[in-house]
């Protein structure tokens, strides 16, 4: 699996920025791919998760639940993560990362595919 990651910038507090994934190289049915951010000095932490079942719920760690939106775009093999009312504290390195499988693990160790990171600054 190959991911390629776009987007990101610097932005206000308040304003928004949208990411995006795209996935190569497997079927989407059975892959889940989420959101990674990390600044320096702390872990890497889970943002958003998705997987590509038809009936599964997405995850959101409870940081930006409510101001962030993962979602999929099945025939680009794209998963998005729309960005809404940016905090300073969302400042950070995002990665999206996959794991085969439908299941959202919080954990690092439990993806296996990792795209390249990309930046995204909220100014205050």
């Known amino acids: 699996v190959q991911l390629q990651a776009f987007g990101g910038g610097l932005v206000q507090a308040g304003g928004s920025l949208s990411l995006s994934c795209a996935a190569s190289?497997?079927?989407?049915?059975?892959?889940?791919i989420s959101w990674f951010r990390q600044v320096p000095g702390k872990e890497r932490e889970i943002v958003s998760g998705i997987s590509w079942m038809r009936d599964g719920r997405p995850y959101y760690a409870a940081s930006v639940k409510g101001r962030f939106t993962i979602s999929r775009d099945s025939p680009n093999s794209t998963v998005y993560l729309q960005m809404n009312s940016l905090k300073p504290e969302d400042t950070a390195v995002y990665y999206c990362a996959a794991r085969i499988g439908s299941k959202i693990y919080t954990q690092l160790y439990e993806y296996n595919y990792w795209g390249q990171g990309t930046q995204v600054t909220v100014s205050s």
């Open positions: 190289g497997r079927s989407r049915t059975d892959l889940t």
